[in-house]
């Protein structure tokens, strides 16, 4: 599907972007430099401009093969990346997917996360017709586990498998209403 945006009234989602008017490179790598985050985001690495223009280009493959919608989280009147929100493992027949949020260090603690994360779900329940979406976190993230509960979602316990560092990998489902 083509990329969608959202206004959120406080900000606003729009695709990734790597080009002459916006470049969400350098916020990028600074998010993905981030301690807390690296600690809970396992899978992806973006260290310098090159990573950078790559997982820009990723998402935009994504959205184009109906596999993941992502948005950066911008920031209303510079257009700056606050953070990134998705849903992920989308999967149109099941009418499922999984959500995906993490926020640049500068812009936690003032609701960007949950904003951004609801706005993502009201599209996928309507605009998608998604029927279910799951929220995953490592057990020692407690902000995260606080943006799933302030997002509506129910919580469902520990999965029968650890993550790779060991920790325990907390569920939460959110059906559509
Ligand atoms: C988790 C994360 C996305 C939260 O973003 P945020 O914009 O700061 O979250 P919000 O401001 O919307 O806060 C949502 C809730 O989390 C709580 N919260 C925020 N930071 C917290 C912290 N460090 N410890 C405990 N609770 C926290 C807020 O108080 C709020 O709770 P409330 O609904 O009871 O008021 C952000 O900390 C982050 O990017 N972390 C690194 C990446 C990550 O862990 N992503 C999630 C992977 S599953």
């Not at 992806?44 to 950066?72: G, H, M, Q, T």
């Not at 509960?149 to 520990?158: D, I, Q, S, V």
């Amino acid at each position: 599907m083509e990329p969608v945006e959202i206004n959120t009234g406080e900000f606003y989602l729009r695709q990734l972007r790597a080009d002459q008017l916006m470049d969400d490179r350098p916020l990028l790598i600074e998010g993905f430099a981030d301690p807390t985050h690296r600690r809970f985001i396992l899978n992806l690495r973006v260290r310098n401009l090159d990573e950078a223009a790559e997982y820009v280009e990723l998402r935009s493959a994504e959205w184009a093969a109906d596999r993941r919608c992502s948005w950066a989280i911008a920031e209303p009147t510079t257009g700056d990346l606050l953070g990134e929100v998705g849903l992920k493992n989308l999967d149109l027949d099941a009418h499922t997917a999984e959500s995906a949020i993490w926020v640049h260090p500068r812009a936690r603690g003032r609701g960007v996360a949950s904003t951004a994360l609801s706005a993502a779900l009201r599209f996928g329940f309507g605009a998608l017709g998604l029927e279910a979406v799951g929220y995953e976190h490592l057990e020692s993230n407690l902000a995260s586990a606080a943006v799933a509960k302030r997002c509506e979602f129910t919580l469902l316990g520990a999965k029968p498998d650890l993550a790779p560092t060991g920790e325990k990998v907390i569920r939460w489902s959110r059906a559509s209403s």
